[in-house]
């Protein structure tokens, strides 16, 4: 798993670096936005994130939490 792959997608988003525990809704990001994110997270990780904790928590640290475990959970 590798975080440099996922910082370059939310910069790609928000056009700029995103650290990992602002919250994407702080940086002008709607649902909509967040849904994309998502998707393209899931497509390029070949995961698949958890939408209601996501919104939860919408920062990268959420995500990075579920891909490292996912990323466990296929390994072990």
Known sequence: MSSAK???????????????????????????????????VNEAFGANINMEQFFRMPCKQTVLAQLQGTHTAHTA
């Open 6 to 40: 996922l910082d370059k997608i939310f910069e790609a988003i928000f056009q700029r670096p995103v650290g990992d525990h602002e919250d994407i809704f702080d940086l002008g990001a709607n649902s909509l936005t967040a849904i994309q994110l998502i998707g393209q």
